[in-house]
T-cell receptor, first 110, second 114 residues
């Protein structure tokens, strides 16, 4: 089976940096997705990590450590519009479908 | 290129009724997956279709079913609705549905069962 853990909720200040962690336990790990979901809207793709290390895309970066079963999403220069739920999802060999964590609700305040 | 579309966006039904939801994937995408999202359980996988065949299935009762048409459009059906079926139903499409294939989600259908 698979076990994916993320904090339920985080708060941060506009302009700051926040790190959202995701730990997982799974066999046959392939890669890890991050999605952003604003309230009442569909999840949108942010990143997909297969190899260890940090991948940067503008204000958002995603890190993966396969040996530790650990990933994080780093959001810099936070804006109010970054208030959303952030979902990590694990894909593994032999399965066509990723398994989603319950998501981390990020609240950005002025 | 148009995104994933789902109809209807909102539905209100009563217990015991049945409902059909529709999903049109991004043009060229052949894999369509369905998810149920609730505040308590998060995003839970229902089933995935590829080339008109159900390829993967989650742990939901037989009341939940689906199908895919030759143009890759998909429908899901829930029979004998229960209060606990109230949720946001999301469909996602991808090119071939492989485990490295990015899924693109539709806006969802909000189902309320009274």
């Amino acid at each position: 089976g698979q076990n994916i853990d993320q904090p339920t909720e985080m708060t941060a200040t506009e302009g700051a940096i926040v790190q959202i962690n995701c730990t997982y336990q799974t066999s046959g790990f392939n890669g890890l997705f991050w999605y952003q979901q604003h309230a009442g809207e569909a999840p949108t793709f942010l990143s997909y990590n297969v190899l260890d290390g940090l991948e940067e895309k503008g204000r958002f970066s995603s890190f993966l450590s396969r040996s530790k079963g650990y990933s994080y999403l780093l959001l810099k220069e936070l804006q109010m519009k970054d208030s959303a739920s952030y979902l990590c999802a694990v894909s593994r060999g032999g399965s066509y479908i990723p398994t989603f964590g319950r998501g981390t609700s990020l609240i950005v305040h002025p | 290129k148009a995104g994933v579309t789902q109809t209807p966006r909102y539905l209100i039904k009563t217990r015991g009724q049945q409902v059909t939801l529709s999903c049109s994937p991004i043009s060229g995408h052949r894999s369509v997956s369905w998810y149920q999202q609730t505040p308590g359980q998060g995003l839970q996988f229902l089933f995935e279709y590829f080339s008109e065949t159900q390829r993967n299935k989650g742990n939901f009762p037989g009341r939940f079913s689906g199908r895919q048409f030759s143009n890759s459009r998909s429908e899901m059906n829930v029979s004998t609705l229960e209060l606990g079926d109230s949720a946001l139903y999301l469909c996602a499409s991808s090119l071939i549905g492989g485990n490295t294939d990015t899924q693109y989600f539709g806006p969802g259908t909000r189902l309320t069962v009274l």
